[in-house]
């Protein structure tokens, strides 16, 4: 059985810095990439960042340049740190990991990043 669980969050004020957790246990897992995501109430859940392990990372426009993520391959755990933090990155943000079986993605039970004066 696989298991996602994100850590980190919380609140901040704008201009400010927060980092995201999440790693995926489970045998066999062979993890091949590892997405953010994020949503707020009444919106689809909308793409953040990608790693693929050991090849590339990519971005949404929205967070270029102030989000960075990373991935420790040994494992299976992805991190986002994020830095000049907008009102607007408000959300539930989701980690979400790809496995190379089946292929199968797997859901991290979100964690809320909160930015306001």
């Known amino acids: 059985q696989v298991q996602v669980v994100q850590s980190g969050g919380g609140s901040v004020q704008p201009g400010g810095s927060l980092r995201l957790s999440c790693v995926a246990s489970g045998r066999n897992l062979n993890v091949t990439a590892m997405d953010w995501y994020r949503q707020t109430p009444g919106t689809e859940r909308e793409w953040v960042a990608r790693?693929?392990?050991?090849?590339?990372?990519d971005y949404a426009d929205s967070v270029k340049g102030r989000f960075t993520i990373s991935a420790n391959k040994a494992r299976n755990s992805v991190y986002l740190e994020m830095s000049d933090l907008r009102p607007e990155d408000t959300a539930v943000y989701y980690c979400?990991?790809?496995?190379?079986?089946?292929?199968?993605?797997?859901w991290g039970q979100g964690t809320q990043v909160t930015v306001s004066s």
């Open positions: 790693i693929v392990i050991d090849r590339t990372t």
């Open positions: 979400n990991v790809l496995s190379r079986i089946g292929p199968a993605t797997y």
